[in-house]
């Protein structure tokens, strides 16, 4: 069996020195538990709920931020794109492309994303059944690009909240062959709940993503903070990084269960 | 920590013959599993989808069946009711008294089943929200009885279908302090999904199952058959019995990580 | 074409001179407007969210005064019922018997209603699609009953929120060929919303009536009250009797466009 | 008060002569009934649900045909844009810029709309409530643009299934003092739920229209098609060209009832 993954880092990067330490911290902590990790940050937020919202520090300057952590850190990198004209220079140093739940549904920017050769994350939009993605990894291996990730994060639940549907686990897992990822943290915001923010449910994130292993998640996203209250972005649906090494074993002990401890 | 406890049965009483058969076989790996079983079965399913469908034995004969269980298998026997005329004589069999999810506000009817003293579960209506069972719970309380387990049974999501909000096990157990139970096989009902009877995908109890452990549940519910397809009532969503072992030894190895394997 | 029915009084009887009173102001307002006219009111409030809510006068006192209001006021009469036992009594004074939402789907006493020959009202669940009242309408139709009316009074849409799918009025007027009475007060309520009561929004009761009468509804429902904000039950959705006026006149013109004026 | 205004046109730009002739059959009903009149088509459909779907001439042809219409019929002409790219030479031709339901989040794309100093058709995505467009509002405004358009467009409900709240009409007029158009023929779209298309429920359109209009609506937008079991896109939610004649009176005569004749 596989070991269970992790994909994890701050919500967006904030200065060099933060995110810096948030990656060795997740680095050891991975390497200690042999879970295979993925760093994640963005460097543009760029559909924030207000105008008036922190965004990050830009795709030039977070580029090259990402890169410093890739190859000092030794980390692979993850981060989202979010229109066509970000995609080349986006490629050119990240090892895995998101595409954002909101623009799941944009053709060209699919195309665009996939063409590049690069493992695409997909996170499956809040206003999709788990079968609607079917349709969605078509159109990325329609490129010529099979390297594809699935992400679970939530449908949307009346107003200003999400449920996550666990079914949607083995349902997208069999109809496309490709791995899904629990995105613990996003799962709990309440979207739009806060007024001009989205608020967030940071205590249940933890449940849900035990629960999305125990459904069979090849892997577990969620946002790190050292100081959650403190971030810039997603603070209130952020874990912080002191936490994690009970939780990450926790995910790891129940992955194996439904793996017979052959990992 | 407390280990994880089973609700397990036929949908409804068919025969004496099948109904013992079922009790023996869920005790005998209870037992050797060394997890609490409590037997449910129906004898009456008042609210079927069709007028056509098979309603059980009714009350006189299938209380006298759950009494031969309860003292012959030495099993705990829960069953639900319906309305109050019931409630009497079935607190003289049953070891549980189990509200239906449809009549979680109905208070005298509530109340009635309150006043046995017996312990009753209570299942969560699909159109409540986890923190509206806190009004439920006092309504019980009010008449004096406490021993009250909760039942998490899905929530409407659109039309026709059903979602488990698995946030709802943490919230339901700290705003009342009762254990929850997770039912398993009505989670995964189509209700009124297949035309005159409800739909079901039998497929998806143990993954649901899988993630109420890892989310705290504090029992799992079940309907079983030997032979599901040819089930009376709720064939869809029941379990194979000869398939339950490996599925409860992996319930119970979540649990035990959840509770340090202190049970 | 059918002239628009309304159906109206105070969520529950509160005391003799207010109930009579409100009868009268609607029985006058509906003669002048050449409306038929059904006139409403609870004896008793049997799912109340809390325990510690007002549940009205009880069956017997509330029948009475339903007689008097019938007989006095000549108006046509309809209450709920909530159990088997309150059946019989009920139909020797009502015109209408209706069931609530919540139990729309026990058989047995959908059977009993049914049996007493008098017209049925079925609250549609908040819990069904529209096509599942066909299911409920043979029900009653194996009693040998077809005097049948179905309500509608919105969907669950995620938690402690209600939503109105217009699109049900002529899906189940097609279905079943019974009139659809669209309820406004109820489908604004606000379910647990407010704590150890249902919230409501007041407000939004005249917009969704006529967007019903709009989308074919064939009589609208509305609690009503002198008062609301010193209601005893429902006051955050009642309507100010002093305000039914142009409202009602509204409803009708509405209902002379679907119908050519031909009414 | 303000006449009812329509926004109506083919889904997708087929060839010059079906649009044109759409576009003058439009425009004679529209005189002769004195109602204000938008022409809309989209140039290029960004978002399918698959790959293999028909999305139109593309931006170029598009706008040179949408140019055409603007001045021989001498209609006012809308069409969406779906990047930053399409926004400058998109606002040289169109009248209004409407922006996608799935894009009303993507604060770079707004912003770029909104400078254009056209007015803006700001579609509710399907994952927000009401009170969540206050916030979008906000980021156009920030760019000096007060000339918005709402559209309601329905919100998900359940998997492949939208329901339209028509609380949102006058929740979303009362917030942002803008007036709002309602999307009769993409609300009873059944998203997804065709497998590699999206399925409709034309039947329910003219009723959801006349139930928008009756809550306060100041516009409706349609897809219209002389033969739309043969249209190349969103056939199964279009109106056929023959049959608008009595529904836009209908809904005229609605407006009236609500503005008192005063138009």
Redesign the interface.
């Known amino acids: 069996g596989m070991p269970l993954a992790i994909v994890a880092g701050p919500c967006v990067i904030e200065d060099e020195d933060t995110t810096r330490r948030i990656a060795e911290r997740l680095k050891d902590l991975a390497a200690r538990l042999q879970m295979p990790l993925i760093f994640k940050a963005s460097f543009d937020k760029?559909?924030?709920?207000?105008?008036h919202s922190y965004?990050g520090p830009g795709l030039e300057k977070g580029l090259r931020l990402l890169e410093t952590i890739r190859t000092q850190c030794e980390l692979p990198v993850l981060s989202d794109v979010?229109?066509?004209a970000q995609v080349v220079p986006a490629a050119q140093v990240l090892d895995v492309l998101q595409i954002p739940a909101?623009?799941c549904?944009?053709?060209?920017?699919l195309l665009a994303v996939a063409r590049t050769g690069k493992p695409v994350n997909i996170k499956k939009?809040?206003?999709?059944?788990?079968?609607?993605i079917a349709?969605i990894v078509?159109?990325i291996a329609?490129a010529g690009n099979r390297r594809i990730l699935l992400t679970e994060r939530g449908?949307?639940?009346?107003?200003?909240?999400l449920?996550?549907?666990?079914?949607s686990?083995?349902i997208m897992q069999q109809q496309t062959g490709m791995p899904v990822i629990f995105d613990a943290t996003h799962s709990?915001q309440l979207?739009?709940g806060a007024g001009?923010s989205s608020g967030g449910?940071r205590?249940?994130a933890p449940?849900?993503a035990?629960?999305?292993?125990?459904?069979?998640a090849d892997a577990v996203f969620m946002e790190v903070h050292p100081d959650p209250d403190k971030a810039l972005c997603d603070g209130p649906n952020s874990l912080p990084l002191d936490t994690l090494e009970p939780f990450w074993r926790?995910l790891q002990?129940?992955r194996r269960?439904?793996h017979d401890g052959d990992d």
């Open positions: 760029a559909n924030r709920t207000s105008i965004r979010h229109e066509i909101f623009l549904r944009q053709t060209d920017f939009g809040q206003f999709l059944a788990p079968w609607d349709n078509d159109k329609s449908a949307m639940f009346g107003y200003n909240n449920v996550v549907d666990f079914r686990i083995p709990v979207p739009g001009s449910q205590e249940h449940v849900l035990r629960a999305a292993v125990a459904a069979g926790q002990a129940i269960i439904l």
